[in-house]
């Protein structure tokens, strides 16, 4: 999806508390399974410092299909 997609940028918000940049792309690739539909969408928030996926929304005409958020992230944070 990432290599056959039309992505722009749609923002710099804030998404867990991180400075993040919003990547969307409509209907980006054929994919022979049910999300395979001219009205489907995906927005993806990343981690402007880390590059981490820390929201990815898709929609299928318009209706929220999946919403994944990260609810916490702590990069380099030392292990026991």
């Known amino acids: 999806m990432?290599?056959?997609g039309r992505?722009?940028?749609g923002g710099t918000?804030?998404?867990s508390g991180r400075e993040?940049?919003?990547l969307e792309c409509d209907h980006p690739r054929t994919t022979e399974l049910a999300g395979d539909r001219p009205d489907f969408h995906i927005s993806v928030a990343a981690d402007?410092?880390?590059g981490?996926?820390?929201e990815l929304i898709e929609t299928i005409g318009g209706v929220v299909t999946r919403d994944?958020?990260?609810?916490?992230l702590s990069p380099d944070v030392?292990?026991?």
Not at 68 to 72: D, G
């Open 20 to 22: 993040a940049i919003i």
């Open 2 to 4: 990432l290599a056959t």
């Open 13 to 15: 918000p804030l998404v």
């Open 52 to 54: 981490v996926i820390l």
């Open 78 to 80: 030392p292990l026991p």
């Open 68 to 72: 994944a958020l990260v609810v916490e």
């Open 48 to 50: 402007r410092e880390t």
């Open 7 to 9: 992505w722009h940028v």
